[in-house]
């Protein structure tokens, strides 16, 4: 089949990258929610072979990711397994999790039950990685942000830009600590949380 190309992933995998390498140098499994194409997955696949990275998505992706996995010859990279964010969640345990571009996608409701869900499937000294466009106190950090919501919303009324402050406050209700929020090209930030040493 011929392989899914998705531009943005061109544009953003090497900066995400950077983030990965400054945080990941000691993990060692791996899980991406929504890996859309698959081309982030056998990117970083790559680049941090000790990792392993296990993709996910919705069954009507799969081909596609298989695609690029199977082309890329990596071992570190497995096939994808089903994974919707209000249905069943892998029985493994993994301490990193990562996602890109699916916050302003996903209705509320689906992001709420992402976090909450987080805790049955990470180590207790876990990462979360996410990257994507963020509003902050409530306003837009651009115009092309601004405009990108507004698109986002005309297509579906329950998606639509996060405001930071309140996916911190998931985040923090799940048991993870923010330890960067870092600005990315295209007015897209890389937020890396995690998880709090119980006293």
């Known amino acids: 089949m011929n392989k899914p190309d998705a531009p943005s ?9 950077d983030v990965l390498r400054d945080h990941c140098a000691d993990r060692r499994e791996a899980l991406e929610i929504g890996s859309g194409t698959g081309q982030h997955a056998v990117h970083f696949g790559a680049a941090l072979p000790h990792l392993r990275w296990q993709t ?28 919707d964010v209000r249905g069943t969640w892998p029985e493994a345990r993994y301490d990193l999790v990562f996602t890109s571009n699916t916050l302003h996608i996903m209705s ?20 979360l990685i996410v990257y994507g466009p963020f509003n902050y106190h409530g306003r837009h950090t651009s ?30 209700a799940a048991g993870f600590g923010l330890l960067e ?15 709090l040493t119980m006293p």
């Open 56 to 83: 996910s998505e919705l069954p009507e992706h799969h081909a596609g990711i298989r695609a690029w996995i199977d082309e890329s010859g990596l071992s570190n990279v497995l096939p994808p397994i089903t994974l």
């Open 9 to 17: 992933c061109h544009r953003n995998r090497d900066p995400i990258l």
């Open 181 to 195: 929020d870092r600005a990315m090209p295209a007015n897209n930030r890389c937020a890396v949380w995690q998880t």
């Open 143 to 172: 115009d092309s942000n601004r405009d990108f919501d507004g698109w986002l919303k005309a297509r579906d009324p329950q998606s639509g830009i996060r405001d930071f402050e309140d996916v911190n406050a998931l985040a923090r």
């Open 108 to 127: 509320w409701e689906s992001v709420q039950q992402l976090f909450e869900r987080l805790p049955g499937i990470v180590t207790p000294d876990a990462k």
